[in-house]
């Protein structure tokens, strides 16, 4: 896949049981052409859209993984069983009960003789809070996002030509996480629904949070850019429009609401 700058592919931007659109994933390539997959879905949905993207699987040498949920994790195995198949390197970070967790399903349900490629072919990088990694020349930092459900990393990344991306995960912000966040020229944040419709779609009981929580945190936090993602998928026809619209009420920087496959240029 070619490309110039610094762009972000939205392989998919649903949330847990979406089935009108992928689970929230994505690439980040930078200009200089580090390629680094974040999560890769809830199954090997993830083949299909890398392939619509136009992304090789074999040019993936680095996946973070946020955290041990299906929706987040299991299309990693098909592209570890990828690399363990066809003999390429990958490195995955994350936490260690996520690469146990993926370690031991693929010992489950690869054959031997390709599951006894990890540790050789696919490295598993244990990262714990605060940990930086690097990945071609993007600098990276992850985080812990205080999660009440389930440990999860988030990260922030200065881009080759200065600017600062944060990826705040997919629940609501933690004031613990403020430095991470406070200033980004690029904020990523979950937004299940809109505040509008929070008593069709009940959020807050699913520890998440609306369009307009995530725009009023950006515009509190001085975000130049806000990119929402892990939505509802019952309003798909409408979400771009009435997702910006929303946020924008609260927030006076640029407001993204991607589709699956669309590119961000950064």
């Given at each position: 896949m070619t490309q110039q700058g610094n762009v972000i592919t939205m392989l998919g931007t649903g949330n847990a049981f979406v089935t009108h659109c992928y689970n929230t994933c994505f690439t980040l390539q930078s200009q200089g052409g580090a390629l680094l997959l974040v999560d890769a879905g809830g199954g090997n949905g993830i083949l299909a859209q890398l392939e619509r993207a136009g992304i090789n699987i074999r040019e993936i040498h680095d996946i973070f993984v946020t955290h041990a949920h299906t929706d987040h994790l299991l299309g990693?195995?098909?592209?570890?069983?990828?690399?363990?198949?066809?003999?390429?390197?990958?490195?995955?970070?994350?936490?260690?009960?996520?690469?146990?967790?993926?370690?031991?399903?693929?010992?489950?349900?690869?054959?031997?003789?390709?599951?006894?490629?990890?540790?050789?072919?696919?490295?598993?990088?244990?990262l714990e809070d605060g940990d930086r990694f690097t990945v071609g020349d993007l600098p990276l930092q992850c985080f812990d996002i205080h999660s009440t459900k389930e440990r999860q990393f988030g990260f922030t990344t200065t881009l080759p030509d200065g600017q600062r991306l944060t990826c705040l995960g997919d629940e609501p912000f933690s004031e613990l996480c403020l430095t991470y966040a406070e200033?980004?020229?690029w904020l990523m944040s979950e937004a299940f629904c809109l505040y509008a419709d929070?008593?069709?779609?009940?959020?807050?009981?699913?520890?998440?949070?609306?369009?307009?929580?995530?725009?009023?945190?950006?515009?509190?936090?001085?975000?130049?850019?806000?990119?929402?993602?892990?939505?509802?998928?019952?309003?798909?026809?409408?979400?771009?429009?009435?997702?910006?619209?929303?946020?924008?009420?609260?927030?006076?920087?640029?407001?993204?609401?991607?589709?699956d496959l669309d590119r961000i240029e950064l």
């Open positions: 990693v195995v098909w592209v570890m069983r990828s690399a363990l198949q066809h003999n390429y390197p990958l490195r995955v970070w994350s936490h260690r009960k996520v690469l146990d967790v993926l370690t031991e399903i693929c010992r489950q349900l690869l054959p031997p003789k390709i599951s006894g490629r990890i540790g050789s072919m696919v490295m598993m990088n244990c200033g980004a020229d929070r008593d069709r779609f009940n959020p807050y009981e699913k520890h998440h949070s609306t369009a307009l929580d995530a725009a009023r945190l950006a515009e509190r936090l001085h975000v130049k850019n806000l990119i929402l993602y892990h939505t509802e998928d019952k309003t798909l026809s409408t979400r771009q429009e009435r997702y910006t619209a929303e946020a924008l009420s609260a927030f006076s920087g640029q407001v993204f609401v991607p589709e």
